[in-house]
């Protein structure tokens, strides 16, 4: 099979505003995500960001994904490609669901193509713990702002 899915869910004590405030300010990414160490464009439906990841060794790779879903404190989507399409594509996405005060954050990741028997052991074991690492990083993130906004 050429598909393979990575899925993480958090709850984070803030309302969904709050979180998309934070996973939608980019240019702070660098202050506190272990995943997605520098983070550049505007995200909005059609455009391309800029964004470096570093795996769990600290090796970096920067790409440019296409926004594909962009809906106001609901949910952020992009797509990337590693070459040519095919190859490795990665439907990245942060979906936000209101749960009273709170929110439940859905990050997940799913990819398809060539290299994905290849890899999938590895996506299993070193990406799901890195994605799990920045829904953490981002509730702390989340926690500062608001204090600091209070």
Do not use: C, K
Not at 9 to 15: E, L, N, Q, S, V
């Amino acid at each position: 099979m050429l598909t393979t899915a990575i899925h993480t869910r958090a709850t984070i004590d803030a309302p969904p505003e709050s979180v998309w405030r934070v996973l939608t300010d980019l240019h702070a990414y660098a202050d506190w995500n272990p995943l997605i160490v520098a983070a550049a464009g505007t995200p909005a439906t059609g455009a391309r960001l800029d964004l470096t990841i570093r795996d769990a060794t600290g090796r970096e790779q920067r790409f440019r994904p296409l926004v594909t879903a962009f809906d106001d404190a609901r949910e952020f989507a992009w797509l990337g490609r590693l070459g040519i399409p095919g190859v490795l594509d990665g439907a990245h996405r942060f979906r936000l669901v209101r749960d009273g005060d709170r929110t439940v954050l859905e990050h997940t990741e799913q990819m398809q193509g060539l290299l994905v028997p290849v890899l999938r052991g590895r996506l299993a074991r070193d990406v799901t713990p890195a994605f799990e690492a920045m829904n953490v990083a981002l509730a702390a993130r989340v926690r500062v702002v608001s204090a600091a906004g209070a």
